[in-house]
C-alpha cells in the first residue's frame, strides 16, 4: 500500500477519536480495535521484512503502547525473541487504564517478558515503536525524549504505531523530538499531520488500515480534508472527444520574463502545451523572442514593452499565468496591474506574489479568478508572519491566505495544501528533488492549461499539484533525486495527462 493507495480522507486527532468513539459504540469493543491494530501492524511487518526474528517494542501507557502489547503477544506466539521495554516510570503498571490495559493482562496470560526502559541496549532486529500516539500535546520529556534519540541512534529498521511519536497529527511539526520511521501504520483515519510539514520525513512507507470500521461510523464524523490521488486525474480529465479542436482546449497567456529571467516564462509556457493547453502565447521581453521560439515554436511570442501593450492579447486569452521571472520593477508592475484589471482567470506565482506584498492595493483586484501559489517564504511574507511560525500550523495558513486575497490558495512545500474558501486538499506526490529552480513556473503553466481545459480553478489547482508532483516522482524513479530540473517534468507530464 503506497500514497496512491489511501483513502482520501483526512482527520484531525479529534476526529479520529471521534470516529474511535463512534466506532465503540456502534458495537465494536475498544479492546477489539486494538487487537485489529497490532494485527494489521504485525501483517505489515511481516510482509515488509519476512526474515527477522528478533523484535524491540517499546511502549508508553496509552493506547498507543496498547497496540504495542498486541504486536509483542503476536510476535511470540509465532517464536519471535520479543524485548518489551516499557516506558514511563516505575507506576507504568499501576497507571494503565482502559484497553490499554485489558492489552496489558491479556500480555500477562501470554507470559510475554518486560522490563522497565532504562536505556538499555536494543537486542532487536527491527524497532516498533509504541511510544505516544495522536493525544500529546507540547513538547516531548523524559523519559520518552531519551528513548526516541536512542531509536533513532540504532541505526535499525523502525515501524511506527499509528503516528511517528513526537510528530504532532494535526500540524506535522516535530514536537521537539521525533521517532524517525521507515513504516507508519496508521488506523482508522489518516491523520493530517503525517502527510505535510515535516510529516513526510518521519513516517517513512505509510500505511493505512481501517480496522474493518463500518461506513456508517464514516459518514458520521466530519473531515479535515482531501487527499488528491490517481483516481481524481481520470474524473477531472477525461479522453477528449474525437472531434476535439484547439479552440475547445483553451489558449494561456503566460506573462513574465524580465531581462535575465527568460527561461522561466519559457517553461512555464512549455508546461501549459505539454499538459494540453489548445495554445500558448508568451509575453515577455523582446530580446526573449528568438530563445523562446528557438526552444517552444509552437508557442505564439510577442514582445511588450509596457502594459497598455498586453491589452489585445489579454482579451484573446481564457487564463494568464503571471509572474514567472516577471520581476519586480515597473516593466513588471504595470503588467501585473494590466492582468489584474481583465476579466480573466489568473495564476499568481513567484514575482507577481511578491508584487502583491510590495503592493497591498493589487490584492484587492481580482480576488475571486485567481490561483496564488506560494511556497512557504512567499506565503510568510503575503501574511506578514515569520517562515517558521507560518510552518508551524501550515493548515491554519493556507486558509488564512484564502480570506485575505480569496480566490485558491496553494501553499506548495511537502504536502502541498489548497483551500478555495470551501473544502481543502493535500497532494501527496512529489519528493527533494524538486529543490531545484524553475519548479514553480512549471506548476503555474500546469495549473493554467488546466484552467484553460474547463476546471474550476479549485480542481485545476489540487489536480496541478498531483500531476506535478507525480511527474518528478517518475523522473526521480528513473534517475534519482539529485539533479532533477524542472524542464525534466515536461515529458512525464505528457504521459500522466493522458493516463499513461
Same mark, same amino acid.
Not at 213 to 235: C, P
Not at 263 to 286: P, S
Not at 456 to 463: I, W
Given at each position: 500500500m503506497s500514497h496512491s493507495d489511501l483513502p482520501a480522507s483526512l482527520y484531525t486527532a479529534k476526529q479520529t477519536r471521534a470516529l474511535d468513539q463512534t466506532a465503540i459504540a456502534s458495537g465494536v469493543p475498544g479492546f477489539k480495535l486494538m487487537q485489529r491494530a497490532g494485527h494489521a501492524a504485525f501483517d505489515r511487518l511481516r510482509q515488509r521484512w519476512p526474515d527477522v526474528r528478533k523484535l524491540t517494542l517499546l511502549c508508553g501507557g496509552g493506547n498507543n503502547g496498547g497496540d504495542g502489547f498486541?504486536? /509483542?503477544?503476536?510476535?511470540?506466539?509465532?517464536?519471535?525473541?520479543?524485548?518489551?521495554?516499557?516506558?514511563?516510570? #516505575? #507506576?507504568?503498571?499501576? @497507571?494503565?487504564?482502559?484497553?490499554?490495559?485489558?492489552?496489558?493482562?491479556?500480555?500477562?496470560?501470554?507470559?510475554?517478558?518486560?522490563q522497565l526502559y532504562n536505556e538499555q541496549p536494543f537486542t532487536g532486529e527491527l524497532i516498533i515503536d509504541g511510544l505516544l500516539g495522536t493525544g500529546i500535546s507540547g513538547e516531548v520529556r523524559d523519559p520518552f525524549r531519551t528513548a526516541i534519540k536512542q531509536i533513532n541512534r540504532a541505526g535499525l529498521p523502525v515501524v511506527a504505531l499509528d503516528i511517528p511519536s513526537g510528530l504532532c497529527s494535526d500540524t506535522g511539526a516535530v514536537l521537539g523530538v521525533a521517532v524517525r520511521a521507515d513504516m507508519t501504520v496508521t488506523f482508522i483515519g489518516v491523520k493530517r499531520g503525517l502527510l505535510t510539514h515535516e510529516g513526510p520525513?518521519?513516517?517513512?512507507?505509510?500505511?493505512?488500515?481501517?480496522?474493518?470500521?463500518?461506513?456508517?461510523?464514516?459518514?458520521?464524523?466530519?473531515?479535515?480534508?482531501?487527499?488528491?490521488?490517481?483516481?481524481?486525474?481520470?474524473?477531472?480529465?477525461?479522453?477528449?472527444?474525437?472531434?476535439?479542436?484547439?479552440?475547445?482546449?483553451?489558449?494561456?497567456?503566460?506573462?513574465?520574463?524580465?531581462?535575465? &529571467?527568460?527561461?522561466?516564462?519559457? &517553461?512555464? /509556457?512549455?508546461?501549459?502545451?505539454?499538459? %494540453?493547453?489548445?495554445?500558448?502565447?508568451?509575453?515577455?521581453?523582446?530580446?526573449?523572442?528568438? $530563445?523562446?521560439?528557438?526552444?517552444?515554436?509552437? /508557442?505564439?511570442?510577442?514582445?511588450? @514593452?509596457?502594459?497598455?501593450e498586453l491589452e489585445p492579447f489579454i482579451e484573446r486569452a481564457d487564463v494568464l499565468v503571471v509572474g514567472p521571472g516577471l520581476g519586480k520593477n515597473a516593466w513588471g508592475e504595470q503588467l501585473l496591474m494590466q492582468a489584474l484589471g481583465a476579466d480573466k482567470p489568473l495564476v499568481l506565482d513567484a514575482d507577481a506574489l511578491n508584487l502583491l506584498t510590495l503592493r497591498r492595493e493589487f490584492g484587492q483586484r481580482n480576488g475571486e479568478r485567481w490561483v496564488i501559489t506560494p511556497h512557504p517564504g512567499e506565503a510568510a511574507r503575503l501574511l506578514g508572519c515569520s517562515v517558521a511560525g507560518l510552518q508551524a500550523d501550515r493548515f491554519a495558513a493556507v486558509v488564512e491566505l484564502q480570506a485575505a486575497f480569496g480566490g485558491v490558495a496553494l501553499l506548495k512545500g511537502p504536502g502541498s495544501l489548497s483551500f478555495d474558501g470551501d473544502a481543502l486538499h493535500l497532494n501527496p506526490t512529489g519528493n527533494p528533488g524538486m529543490a531545484s529552480g524553475g &519548479? %514553480? #513556473?512549471?506548476?503555474?503553466?500546469?495549473?493554467?492549461?488546466?484552467? $484553460?481545459?474547463?476546471?474550476? /480553478?479549485?480542481?485545476?489547482?489540487?489536480? %496541478?499539484?498531483?500531476?506535478?508532483?507525480?511527474?518528478?516522482? @517518475?523522473? $526521480? $524513479?528513473?534517475?534519482?533525486?539529485?539533479? &532533477?530540473?524542472?524542464?525534466?517534468?515536461?515529458?512525464?507530464? @505528457?504521459?500522466?495527462?493522458? %493516463?499513461?
Open positions: 498486541v504486536v /509483542a503477544v503476536l510476535a511470540q506466539r509465532l517464536g519471535m525473541q520479543v524485548q518489551l521495554l516499557c516506558v514511563g516510570g #516505575d #507506576d507504568f503498571a499501576a @497507571r494503565l487504564s482502559g484497553e490499554a490495559l485489558q492489552a496489558w493482562e491479556w500480555l500477562q496470560t501470554e507470559s510475554v517478558a518486560w520525513a518521519f513516517t517513512g512507507e505509510l500505511l493505512f488500515d481501517g480496522l474493518r470500521v463500518s461506513d456508517d461510523v464514516y459518514e458520521s464524523v466530519d473531515v479535515a480534508g482531501f487527499i488528491t490521488g490517481a483516481d481524481d486525474l481520470s474524473h477531472l480529465l477525461p479522453p477528449r472527444n474525437t472531434t476535439t479542436h484547439k479552440g475547445d482546449c483553451g489558449h494561456v497567456l503566460v506573462i513574465g520574463g524580465d531581462t535575465g &529571467m527568460g527561461g522561466a516564462a519559457i &517553461m512555464a /509556457a512549455q508546461a501549459a502545451g505539454r499538459c %494540453g493547453a489548445g495554445l500558448v502565447t508568451v509575453a515577455t521581453r523582446a530580446e526573449h523572442l528568438s $530563445a523562446l521560439l528557438s526552444r517552444y515554436p509552437e /508557442a505564439m511570442a510577442v514582445g511588450v @514593452r509596457s502594459g497598455s &519548479m %514553480g #513556473d512549471v506548476l503555474s503553466g500546469v495549473i493554467g492549461a488546466l484552467i $484553460a481545459q474547463g476546471l474550476s /480553478a479549485a480542481d485545476a489547482t489540487r489536480l %496541478g499539484a498531483w500531476l506535478h508532483g507525480a511527474a518528478a516522482d @517518475r523522473s $526521480a $524513479a528513473l534517475y534519482g533525486p539529485r539533479g &532533477m530540473q524542472a524542464t525534466d517534468l515536461l515529458a512525464q507530464l @505528457r504521459l500522466l495527462v493522458n %493516463g499513461l
